[in-house]
T-cell receptor, first 111, second 115 residues
């Protein structure tokens, strides 16, 4: 059974600081997704990483994938308040359609 | 449509009643998924449709849960004899097809509260 672990689950940081969210998964996969969820809203796709060494960047967020280590990271650079949300990683297992989600990281960026 | 539409957005029901939740996927998306989001369990896969067929129902928690999809479009998730533990947000998602990048687009969800 595929297991996905995120850490930390809660992250409070100051504006302007950098931090990294980690996503570990238990079985081989070459597709990993990062989603953002604002309170009361649905999930918004941020990144899809399809191969070992893949790196994607959008604004202050950068995601990477190491399939050998079964690890993805979401790096936040110079955080701003608008980045406050819950971030989920999700991994596609042997069946292409089924995603297993981590429990999410609640990020709060304080002025 | 422009996005995945779900209705109702909120549903409060009494224990033992049946509920139906509706999902209207993005036009042209052949794959449709139901997930459940609850505080204790995070996001759980319920069922996957490819067209009108459901090749994977493995996530449905019990036989009180069923889903169908008609015309390769709208899907309905039905929960019979609701229990308090069914309280959660039920999310529907669709994708163009379950291959390649297969990025899922999620709807806003239906929040179910069972009293």
């Amino acid at each position: 059974e595929l297991k996905v672990e995120q850490n930390p689950l809660f992250l409070s940081m100051q504006e302007g600081k950098n931090y990294t969210i980690y996503c570990n998964y238990s079985t081989t996969s070459d597709r990993l997704y990062w989603y953002r969820q604002d309170p009361g809203k649905s999930l918004e796709s941020l990144f899809v990483l399809l191969s070992n060494g893949a790196v994607k960047q959008e604004g202050r967020l950068m995601a990477s994938l190491d399939t050998k280590a079964r690890l993805s990271t979401l790096h936040i650079t110079a955080a701003v308040h608008d980045l406050s949300a819950t971030y989920f990683c999700a991994v596609a297992g042997s069946s292409n359609y089924k995603l297993t989600f981590g429990k999410g990281t609640l990020l709060t960026v304080n002025p | 449509g422009a996005g995945v539409s779900q209705s109702p957005s909120n549903k409060v029901t009494e224990k033992g009643k049946d509920v139906e939740l509706r999902c209207d996927p993005i036009s042209g998306h052949t794959a449709l998924y139901w997930y459940r989001q609850s505080l204790g369990q995070g996001l759980e896969f319920l069922i996957y449709f490819q067209g009108n067929s459901a090749p994977d129902k493995s996530g449905l928690p019990s036989d009180r849960f069923s889903a169908e999809r008609t015309g390769g479009s709208v899907s309905t998730l039905t929960i019979q004899r609701t229990q308090q533990e069914d309280s959660a947000v039920y999310l529907c998602a669709s994708s163009l097809e379950p291959s390649g990048a297969n990025v899922l687009t999620f709807g806003a969800g239906s929040r179910l509260t069972v009293l």
